[in-house]
């Protein structure tokens, strides 16, 4: 599988293309999207010079509809704020997630599981392997209407889980503390919900969530099958 | 109240005490007062509190030194030049540190309500999440939410039932850290805090603090920031002491001066995956050099030049993501 | 989301109804919509619910126009130009309107909260205060908690003991206006929107709001706002309607281009003690011309050019307080 | 006494300079004030002039330690923020004033009470005659460590009553809603008191509060007597 690391060449692509690609698709023109470093910016910034120019794009670092020439180092970089219509900090725009305003956040983490939870705090819980924590991962999954999670998959099969050891931001169903009783996140957020994950989107395919709120694969990327991708998934995809 | 005072860095930091909560400006790896950071290092400063509203390479670096009792934010790592804070990563697996983990807003809503005298702000982030888990209430558990510390409440959050259209509501507590440090672009002779660029969450932590040092790349004369207000942050009243250090963020970046040192932190979270190595890496940058001055004569001018911002856009045009 | 469109004043206020909750920018007798407020009562816009941060000429206008259902807010009056809002407080004494006092505080802390999507914010201010009195909730007593109306809630705010230092502290609900109309000093033709000056509470307000018309001085390239992303407040999207109205602040001040019109404010004031005063003046000033321009017209060039601000002062240097 | 009316030559005082100067003198240098409209604006700016130059003066329109040349006619007026250390927002202000960072605040009123309660919305109460209503009095008086009222007295005694016919600002003593019963203000404001009236500054004398939180004359000013001020007050000033 070589060939599927690395820089592509014109007219080529390679599977991490086709996952900054398929994330962009996910954008409507003018929507409001929140983006994380790394892919996600990648694919917002995609998806604006593509079929969605008048996206607006905020960063948690307080950076509003930035209009960069060079690709960012992370959200905070100059970069994100070059032409940017507004350049403030995170009072403002935590402020503008949590009034319902975006639309659309674009997320990473290390683990994702059947309900959409993420995990970016530790693997194997509070006695495992340490990571950085949420950031703003909780707050924007917690608030955005629909949210876009791009993981790489090929390979890493753990990181699609049954239930994530950590739940850093929440998915379609998620826990009542402090009875711990799982139930949809609907009904812990109350008149607060403003919406959940909309799609996992890996470097093999695009998954999207059902009524009952549990992952299922939509779509597979050219040069994978389902069955690899059920494979490279910890749980039982059932669903496709 | 008197005007703050500008002072050296090693005066600044030595009115911080053992066991002091402590906060910092900046965001991840952008504008932290990093010569601070070293200082606080080589003081050998001990059982610190940190309250973040994010962390990153300078508070890593204050854990892997061993100056930090108490960590408490939502973030530490050191974006793309490393995958996370290896020390604090390190001393959580082997709980050598008590920590609380937090969402962005919440621990934003905690520094916030200590910034406006209140005893807490409301938000509905995170709910169902496991900061919020009970049984990870880590200060608690400790036993230290009995009154003891003034700095830790009895209570890591509470939920409350709302009247005005009864929803459930996670409500945060007022954090007012001893001490704020922020590294800034300007500051007046009389203490008026001028910050270019993205102003993060900056307002917020130093209002919330009781004391704070304003360390500056440039002390200039206060009629120049006055004449235009707008642009200002803060007035010379909330700051106790001013240092003037030009490159004092470096390794991390700072807006229309200078990027990130990428290489410098990228050596640093390799070096940091263990303790030896962390004191391997303390000995050379922080206790084998006398002073910040030092430092940045061991880095060289040909190594912070590279890193300096472009004017017209407020960062470097040869540097690209990625490249060294 | 649509980009904002670029219309006429006469059809941005035309999207405005009958019945609906407003709030303006500015504070007090400065950069307050005075273009916009004169088309609304040229509408005959009725049963506006007004709910501000702070009142000023606007407001007692519009009551004076029998424009305003429900004034919500912490102060009515014309600074120095006249002692209080002779329209507002005619019809309070006659019992000719609704409405509820409140502190600054409270009433900020309400917009705020709807800004935020919170359901509440928390201040100790005015405790004991008669705004607080449980006698003093007019809309409550007028039978208006009863959810019949989606911007009026069951409590007029709630007293709590909070659970982290065990205080008693006010509550106030959000209020989310459906517009907001701000006159500002500059906006980019996608909607980017400046203030040069003092913000007072502008974000708050506009961002608490459904919808925005944003009247400006002049629109500019967005390109020439984008050049500082830290000198604006809010973005294009936020944004719905989008009128250049220069002079559309008068007889209000405008920081940086115009003082305000005390001796209009005045005469204002002076005029509008009796209702049958108000409609005179109304007659001449507002029905009695087409338009905003054929009332600046009517000011004509020479009292407008008087009004200007001395670009190094803010302020015009000719006018001294209490001169006119 | 028209003699005490108008502006006054060199050499020369009124009583309303004299007011001006007296309240000016209650700033002690380095402190944060907070100040409002009109001849409070006055008082604090003699006290920079003179005895307090480092004072620090907020406005609450957001306008902090501004060095006017001119006198403002409001606190939004740009008089206020010429060489400003900042100028932003009422936010910024008021959370720095419930933070209890402002030693002082100089404020106004239409009425004044034996407790130092001020009304500033009905003269008569909620059926009387209306005024402006609150702005930040309310907010500063309940919020700053002292504060400091300066009153015009003579030939207005309906101006010092026993009890104010509406609170708009607290004093000393207050009711506690919703139960209605009169208790200190300490008693209200719990751990967030941070203070209350200092001191009630006329064109005819200068007023204190004893322990009991009750107004008493503390200095006449030339030209008055004791009894003079006695007999333009509505209450009984017996501490005196």
Same mark, same amino acid.
């Given at each position: 599988?070589? /060939? @599927?690391?690395?820089?592509?060449? =014109?007219?080529?692509? @390679?599977?991490?293309?086709?996952?900054?690609?398929?994330?962009?698709?996910?954008v409507k023109d003018g929507e409001?999207?929140?983006?994380?470093?790394?892919?996600?910016?990648?694919?917002?910034?995609?998806a604006q010079?593509t079929q969605a120019p008048t996206a607006v794009?905020?960063?948690?670092?307080? /950076?509003?509809?930035?209009? *960069?020439?060079?690709? *960012?180092?992370?959200?905070?970089?100059?970069?994100?704020?070059?032409?940017?219509?507004?350049?403030?900090? %995170?009072?403002?725009?935590?402020?503008? %997630?949590?009034?319902? @305003?975006?639309?659309?956040?674009?997320?990473?983490?290390?683990?994702?599981? %059947?309900?959409?939870?993420?995990?970016?705090?530790?693997?194997?819980? =509070?006695?495992?392997?340490?990571?950085?924590?949420?950031?703003?991962?909780?707050?924007?999954? /917690?608030?955005?209407?629909? /949210?876009?999670?791009?993981?790489?998959?090929?390979?890493? @099969?753990?990181?699609?889980?049954?239930?994530?050891?950590?739940?850093?931001?929440?998915?379609?169903?998620?826990?009542?503390? *402090?009875?711990?009783?799982?139930? =949809?996140?609907?009904?812990?957020?109350?008149?607060?919900?403003?919406?959940?994950?909309?799609?996992?989107?890996?470097?093999?395919?695009?998954?999207?969530?059902?009524?009952?709120?549990?992952?299922? %694969?939509?779509?597979?990327?050219?040069?994978?099958? *389902?069955?690899?991708?059920?494979?490279?998934?910890?749980?039982?995809?059932?669903?496709? | 109240?008197?005007?703050?005072?500008?002072?050296?860095?090693?005066?600044?930091?030595?009115?911080?005490?053992?066991?002091?909560?402590?906060?910092?400006?900046?965001?991840?790896? #952008?504008?932290?007062?990093?010569?601070?950071?070293?200082?606080?290092?080589?003081?050998?400063?001990?059982?610190?509190?940190?309250?973040?509203?994010?962390?990153?390479?300078?508070?890593?670096?204050?854990?892997?030194?061993?100056?930090?009792?108490?960590?408490?934010?939502?973030?530490?790592?050191?974006? +793309?030049?490393?995958?996370?804070?290896?020390?604090?990563?390190?001393?959580?697996?082997?709980?050598?540190?008590?920590?609380?983990?937090?969402?962005?807003?919440?621990?934003?809503?905690?520094?916030?309500?200590? &910034?406006?005298? +209140?005893?807490?702000?409301?938000?509905?982030?995170?709910?169902?999440?496991?900061?919020?888990?009970?049984?990870?209430?880590?200060?608690?558990?400790?036993?230290?939410?009995?009154?003891?510390?003034?700095?830790?409440?009895? !209570?890591?959050?509470?939920?409350?039932?709302?009247?005005?259209?009864?929803?459930?509501?996670?409500?945060?507590?007022?954090?007012?850290?001893?001490?704020?440090?922020?590294?800034?672009?300007?500051?007046?002779?009389?203490?008026?805090?001028?910050?270019?660029? +993205?102003?993060?969450?900056?307002?917020?932590?130093?209002?919330?603090?009781?004391?704070?040092?304003?360390?500056?790349?440039?002390?200039?004369?206060?009629?120049?920031?006055?004449?235009?207000?707008?642009?200002?942050?803060?007035?010379?009243?909330?700051?106790?002491?001013?240092?003037?250090?030009?490159?004092?963020?470096?390794?991390?970046? !700072?807006?229309?001066?200078?990027?990130?040192?990428?290489?410098?932190? &990228?050596?640093?979270?390799?070096?940091?995956?263990?303790?030896?190595?962390?004191?391997?890496?303390?000995?050379? #940058?922080?206790?084998?050099?006398?002073?910040?001055?030092?430092? !940045?004569?061991?880095?060289?001018?040909?190594?912070?030049?590279?890193?300096?911002?472009?004017?017209?856009?407020?960062?470097?045009?040869?540097?690209?993501?990625?490249?060294?």
């Amino acid at each position: 599988m070589e /060939s @599927k690391k690395g820089h592509s060449k =014109p007219g080529e692509f @390679k599977p991490i293309d086709l996952l900054a690609c398929a994330a962009a698709r996910e954008v409507k023109d003018g929507e409001i999207v929140f983006a994380g470093t790394g892919l996600p910016m990648l694919a917002i910034m995609v998806a604006q010079h593509t079929q969605a120019p008048t996206a607006v794009c905020i960063y948690e670092s307080g /950076s509003i509809d930035g209009r *960069p020439i060079d690709l *960012p180092t992370s959200v905070a970089d100059a970069r994100c704020s070059y032409q940017a219509a507004v350049g403030d900090g %995170l009072t403002d725009v935590f402020g503008q %997630l949590q009034s319902g @305003k975006v639309d659309l956040a674009y997320l990473g983490g290390a683990e994702v599981d %059947l309900y959409g939870n993420v995990n970016c705090t530790f693997m194997g819980g =509070p006695t495992g392997k340490r990571l950085t924590g949420s950031g703003g991962n909780s707050d924007i999954h /917690s608030l955005a209407k629909r /949210s876009v999670l791009i993981m790489p998959q090929f390979g890493q @099969k753990r990181r699609f889980v049954e239930r994530v050891s950590y739940i850093t931001s929440p998915g379609w169903k998620i826990p009542h503390w *402090p009875d711990k009783e799982w139930v =949809p996140k609907q009904e812990v957020y109350g008149s607060a919900f403003n919406g959940g994950p909309a799609a996992v989107i890996s470097d093999m395919g695009v998954y999207r969530f059902d009524a009952k709120g549990e992952m299922y %694969l939509d779509t597979v990327h050219p040069g994978f099958t *389902p069955e690899e991708c059920r494979e490279n998934c910890s749980f039982d995809l059932n669903n496709f | 109240m008197a005007r703050p005072k500008i002072v050296s860095l090693t005066e600044a930091v030595g009115q911080i005490k053992d066991g002091d909560m402590l906060t910092f400006g900046g965001f991840t790896v #952008w504008r932290r007062p990093m010569a601070a950071i070293y200082e606080l290092i080589r003081q050998k400063k001990r059982n610190l509190h940190l309250v973040e509203v994010n962390g990153g390479t300078h508070d890593d670096m204050l854990v892997g030194a061993g100056c930090v009792g108490i960590w408490e934010s939502s973030w530490c790592g050191h974006e +793309l030049y490393g995958k996370f804070g290896s020390n604090l990563a390190r001393k959580i697996e082997k709980g050598e540190i008590l920590y609380e983990d937090w969402a962005h807003i919440h621990i934003l809503n905690r520094l916030t309500a200590g &910034s406006k005298g +209140l005893p807490f702000l409301p938000t509905y982030s995170a709910m169902g999440c496991d900061m919020l888990n009970p049984e990870n209430d880590n200060l608690g558990k400790a036993g230290l939410r009995d009154g003891s510390n003034p700095h830790i409440g009895k !209570l890591k959050y509470a939920m409350y039932q709302e009247p005005f259209t009864n929803s459930e509501i996670v409500l945060v507590p007022a954090a007012n850290p001893d001490w704020c440090i922020t590294h800034v672009q300007m500051v007046g002779a009389e203490g008026t805090v001028r910050v270019d660029g +993205l102003k993060f969450s900056d307002q917020e932590v130093i209002k919330a603090s009781k004391h704070n040092i304003i360390i500056a790349e440039q002390v200039v004369p206060e009629e120049y920031l006055r004449r235009e207000p707008t642009r200002n942050m803060i007035g010379g009243y909330l700051v106790d002491y001013i240092v003037e250090q030009p490159w004092g963020a470096h390794p991390t970046g !700072l807006y229309g001066v200078h990027e990130p040192d990428g290489e410098f932190i &990228s050596n640093f979270f390799k070096a940091t995956r263990t303790q030896e190595g962390f004191d391997q890496w303390a000995e050379e #940058w922080i206790f084998g050099v006398k002073d910040f001055q030092e430092y !940045l004569s061991k880095l060289g001018i040909t190594r912070l030049e590279s890193l300096k911002a472009n004017p017209a856009l407020g960062y470097s045009s040869t540097m690209k993501r990625g490249s060294r």
